[in-house]
């Protein structure tokens, strides 16, 4: 049975950091594409960031690049998101996501965690 479990959500001022973990098991981590979404209220989903599975390549929305990091560790079957410089618009439930292909929608991942909130006060 896959399970892709997210931690690291929390409360945390403007400006301020975070970093989102999440721990896959049951499937075979390095084989595929990880990502993170996230949905804010009232909102759709939205991509985040992805990595793919071998050369490790990422790819970032707009409204993140520069503040956000994703990383893997396929020896341990974890992703990590980095997030930095956090601003309100960023608040959201954080989503971690698993692929056997790759994408930037929802319908592109196989897999998704249970979401860890992330609320960024002004």
């Known amino acids: 049975q896959v399970q892709l479990v997210e931690s690291g959500g929390g409360l945390v001022q403007a400006g301020g950091s975070l970093r989102l973990s999440c721990a896959a098991s049951g499937l075979p981590f390095s084989t595929y594409t990880m990502a993170w979404f996230r949905q804010a209220p009232g909102k759709e989903r939205e991509f985040v960031a992805r990595i793919s599975r071998t050369f490790g390549r990422k790819y970032y929305a707009d409204s993140v690049k520069g503040r956000f990091t994703i990383s893997r560790d396929n020896a341990k079957n974890m992703v990590y998101l980095e997030m930095n410089s956090l601003k309100p618009e960023d608040t959201a439930v954080f989503y971690c996501?698993?692929?056997?292909?790759?994408?930037?929608?929802?319908?592109?991942?196989?897999?998704w965690g249970q979401g860890t909130q992330v609320t960024v006060s002004s």
């Open positions: 996501a698993a692929s056997a292909g790759a994408g930037y929608r929802s319908g592109d991942y196989d897999y």
